[in-house]
């Protein structure tokens, strides 16, 4: 098993930044990639941003350029640095490990992420 523990957010004004953090712990052997996810009140989880452990990064359209996400390999934990907020930021965010040789998501239990306009 894995466990996730996100950690970070807040309230923020519009063009501020916030970094969340999600650590993992157990057997994280299993995870190969690392995602963040967010979901609006009212509206489905989507993806945000997601780092394999290769180091190999990918961004959601709405993100590019204002949000980064990193690793920290000894410490387990990987971080997105939200910079340029926009009131849309606005979600929980998720932390998402996913193990692809079995097939396993693996879901932390959320931030709140709120940025006021």
């Known amino acids: 098993q894995v466990q996730l523990v996100e950690s970070g957010g807040g309230l923020v004004q519009a063009g501020g930044s916030l970094r969340l953090s999600c650590t993992a712990s157990?057997?994280?052997?299993?995870?190969?990639?690392i995602g963040w996810y967010r979901q609006a009140p009212g509206k489905q989880r989507e993806p945000v941003a997601g780092?394999?452990?290769?180091?190999?990064?990918h961004y959601e359209d709405s993100v590019k350029g204002r949000f980064t996400i990193s690793r920290d390999n000894a410490k387990n934990t990987v971080f997105l640095q939200m910079n340029s907020l926009k009131p849309e930021d606005t979600a929980i965010y998720y932390c998402?490990?996913?193990?692809?040789?079995?097939?396993?998501?693996?879901w932390g239990q959320g931030t709140q992420v709120t940025v006021s306009s």
């Open positions: 998402n490990g996913r193990s692809l040789l079995y097939n396993t998501n693996y």
């Open positions: 157990g057997s994280t052997y299993m995870i190969n990639v």
């Open positions: 780092i394999t452990n290769g180091g190999t990064t």
